[in-house]
């Protein structure tokens, strides 16, 4: 890895240390290991490859070299500002960070399926894994790890099927320098990481969700346990469903997936 490019990228913006790697297992791994050794908050810790990276619900998440970014970064908020049951916030602002920078930085209409998972035209470019690690019901570090597919390789090993992986190359037909993307990423993340308990982090979030008013079916377990029109996020991050009969219920994220109802 050129480490000498990515630091250059990167000096402007106020992390902490930084770690770069060709080769891990995953970043994830390695964040969680330096924060239990005591690394401060915004540590961050880019691979140019994984090999054993992972994915939420127990899946593989793959990234050969030099195919997309994969990172971790380390976060301690001061206390208080997320517990149990606001840590959705968390994957929101992997989530938004990315879709911000490639709404606002290369024109690509880039929306949030909830709750962090980067779409752009119905196709997935970016996921989000957050793990939290707690001394008692005090959050003690959150790694919060996000892998972009960037260039038109087969990062994911699976993905539910109405969500194809895609790379920003194939979506958009641009070229990337990867530490340019990850350092636009990484200023938006800094830039919101304060404001995460506020107002307009929520709707900043919500509105950048896709499927807004459509109705979603949601899975846990493979089955299905509830379909209802998005009605947008509660303070926690919960989604907001409508049901048929008017009422509305909240889901928490977890092991839940969202898909689109198909009505053709
Ligand atoms: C998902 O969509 O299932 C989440 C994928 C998260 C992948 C990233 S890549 C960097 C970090 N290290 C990992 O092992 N996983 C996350």
Redesign the pocket.
Same mark, same amino acid.
């Given at each position: 890895m050129n480490e000498e490019a990515w630091e250059r990228a990167l000096q402007r913006i106020d992390l902490g240390p930084r770690f770069y790697y060709d080769r891990v #297992?995953?970043?994830?791994?390695v964040a969680q290991k330096l924060a239990a050794e005591g690394a401060p908050d915004l540590t961050l810790v880019v691979?140019d490859e994984?090999v054993?990276?992972?994915?939420?619900?127990g899946?593989s998440?793959f990234?050969p070299p030099g195919a997309g970014?994969?990172?971790?970064v380390i976060l301690r908020p001061e206390s208080g500002v997320i517990h149990g049951g606001n840590l959705s916030r968390i994957n929101g602002l992997g989530a938004l960070s990315v879709a911000k920078t490639l709404q606002d930085g290369y024109s690509i209409p880039a929306e949030i399926k909830w709750p962090?998972?980067v779409l752009v035209e119905g196709r997935?470019v970016?996921?989000?894994?957050v793990e939290s690690h707690w001394k008692g019901d005090r959050l003690s570090n959150a790694i919060l #790890?996000?892998?972009v597919n960037i260039k038109p390789t087969p990062v994911?090993e699976e993905?539910e099927l109405q969500y194809p992986a895609a790379s920003l190359q194939q979506v958009s037909g641009q070229t990337f320098q990867r530490p340019v993307v990850l350092a636009r990423v990484l200023q938006e993340l800094v830039a919101w990481y304060p404001k995460l308990p506020s107002e307009v982090f929520l709707s900043t979030w919500e509105g950048m969700l896709t499927f807004r008013g459509q109705s979603v079916q949601l899975f846990l377990g493979g089955k299905s346990i509830a379909e209802g029109k998005i009605a947008g996020l509660g303070p926690d991050g919960a989604l907001r469903l409508e049901k048929r009969s008017g009422k509305v219920e909240s889901f928490q994220v977890g092991e839940i997936q969202l898909r689109l109802v198909d009505r053709s």
């Open positions: #297992g995953s970043t994830n791994d691979a994984q054993r990276g992972r994915g939420r619900q899946r998440w990234t970014l994969a990172f971790s962090n998972d997935k970016c996921g989000v894994l #790890g996000i892998g994911l993905e």
